[in-house]
């Protein structure tokens, strides 16, 4: 049981390239999230999903884009780099029942735009 | 809107004792749920402790305890018999029963001194 894996771990970009941040996760978790964390400022969410192939859009969606076509994967693309998307990427999940809801991370991607 | 504050950037506390860091947030609603989460340097957040709004008693898991009084809408955690990998980010979250959205505060770096 891997819980939730992100890859990669560490980027560098050029302004302007596109990538896709991976997020996996094996328990069976419907809701799942992306959240940019930069310094002194917390966890902002991206977007979201509460499950395969229904996605929404979190406080901080400009510049970004998901998919979930399996319950497991929730990718994250980055369209036209820009240096203010320099930040650690945290993917998380949690069950989707009406429980408390403990979040699941990732161990985070480090995105740095130059 | 919710909002979660964290007032303490940083906090040290010698090895053995007790610390307590602040947490205060603002909400309108009845029904929700507290967090805290510890970062260590390995970057993975991981769960520390939970509450639920409708349970008077307060939480603990160990070593760890929270002060959780809702009239004044406050969440501390005590972390007691400080251990030095008890060093991370501490981060106080909130969410809303039945929805999908949790709010975090910008966090507390908590030093341990040998």
């Known amino acids: 049981n891997a819980g939730v894996t992100q890859t990669p771990k560490f980027r560098i970009l050029k302004i302007g390239q596109s990538m896709t941040l991976q997020c996996t996760q094996d328990?069976?978790?419907?809701?799942m999230y992306w959240y940019r964390q930069d310094p002194g400022m917390g966890l902002k969410l991206i977007y979201y999903?509460?499950?395969?192939?229904?996605?929404d859009k979190g406080e901080v969606p400009n510049g970004y884009n998901v998919s979930r076509s399996t319950t497991e994967d929730f990718p994250l693309r980055l369209e036209l780099a820009a240096p203010s998307q320099t930040s650690v990427y945290f993917c998380?999940?949690?069950?989707?029942?009406?429980?408390?809801?403990?979040?699941?991370f990732g161990e985070g991607s480090r995105l740095t735009v130059l | 809107a919710q909002t979660v504050t964290q007032s303490q950037p940083e906090m040290s506390v010698q090895e053995a004792e007790t610390v307590t860091l602040s947490c205060t947030y603002d909400t309108s609603e009845s029904d929700y749920y507290l967090f805290w989460y510890k970062q260590p340097p390995s970057r993975q957040m991981i769960l520390v402790i939970r509450?639920?709004?409708?349970?008077?008693q307060n939480a603990t898991e160990n070593r760890f305890s929270v002060n959780f009084q809702k009239a004044a809408k406050s969440f501390s955690l005590k972390i007691s018999d400080s251990q030095l990998g008890d060093a991370a980010m501490y981060f106080c979250a909130y969410k809303t029963s039945g929805t999908y959205k949790y709010i975090f505060g910008t966090g507390t770096r908590l030093k341990v001194l040998a």
């Open positions: 328990m069976n978790h419907n809701y």
């Open positions: 999903s509460v499950g395969a192939g229904i996605t």
């Open positions: 509450q639920e709004a409708y349970k008077q």
């Open positions: 998380a999940s949690r069950e989707g029942s009406w429980l408390t809801g403990e979040l699941f």
